[in-house]
């Protein structure tokens, strides 16, 4: 069964540091998404992405956030300079319109 | 106030009994969404519902537009159940399919 995979699992960083990360989503898929979940918490959207450009964002997905869909098949989330606040776990998801959303396995971001 | 509200939060039961939870909203909505969250943090889609009930396997969901609810039936539970189970929303207004609205979840554990 197709599946959105991301990488890296877990990622401990330097306050301060940027970090990248990246997404397959399901290959025929052209909604593109991105969530976070602050440990103990509910998840949360950050953005939406389709044709190229983001369609909708959350007021948490400020200037520090970005995304990217740099070739056919990645789409990355980058924050720029990370905050002790920016631990959680990231989901990124795909879907076709108005179909399930496919969510990966999520991307463990520890600052420290 | 949580737009989406889930009961219960936690939920213990015996191998074989039937399950209910249950998950009310208070905004327009195109769709809903049933998901489980893995021990391991990963999310699976199970449902995407905007009328009436669907079945997979051991799995019901149910939703009633009118009265802004929607329930996850678990027939003949099994350990393996045990997970998290959340509630989410897309809301009408217009935005992404994918700007969902999550409840907290409903914390299910399954005894052997």
């Known amino acids: 069964e197709p599946e959105v995979t991301q990488t890296p699992s877990h990622q401990v960083t330097q306050m301060g540091q940027e970090v990248i990360l990246r997404c397959v989503p399901i290959?025929?898929?052209?909604?593109f998404y991105w969530y976070r979940q602050i440990l103990g918490q509910k998840v949360e959207f950050l953005v939406s992405?389709?044709?190229?450009?983001?369609?909708?964002k959350s007021e948490i997905f400020d200037d520090q956030f970005s995304v990217e869909r740099p070739d056919g098949s990645n789409f990355t989330l980058k924050i720029r300079s990370t905050k002790l606040e920016d631990s959680a776990m990231y989901f990124c998801?795909?879907?076709?319109?108005?179909?399930?959303?496919?969510f990966g396995e999520g991307s463990w971001l520890t600052v420290v | 106030k949580n737009e989406v509200e889930q009961s219960p939060q936690n939920l213990t039961a015996q191998e074989g009994e039937f399950i209910t939870i249950n998950c009310s909203y208070s905004?327009?909505?195109?769709?809903l969404h049933w998901l489980q969250q893995h021990p391991g943090g990963g999310i699976v889609s199970l449902f995407m519902?905007?009328?009436g009930k669907k079945k997979h396997g051991r799995l019901i969901a149910t939703i009633n537009i009118q009265e802004k609810h929607s329930s996850l039936h678990i027939t003949a539970s099994h350990p393996r159940d045990s997970a998290v189970y959340i509630c989410?929303?897309?809301?009408?207004?217009?935005?992404?399919?994918?700007?969902?609205?999550f409840g907290k979840g409903t914390k299910l554990s399954v005894k052997p």
């Open positions: 998801a795909s879907g076709i319109s108005g179909n399930t959303i496919y």
């Open positions: 290959s025929n898929h052209l909604y």
């Open positions: 992405f389709y044709n190229n450009e983001i369609s909708e």
């Open positions: 905004v327009g909505i195109s769709a």
């Open positions: 519902l905007s009328s």
């Open positions: 989410a929303v897309s809301p009408n207004y217009g935005g992404s399919q994918g700007n969902l609205i």
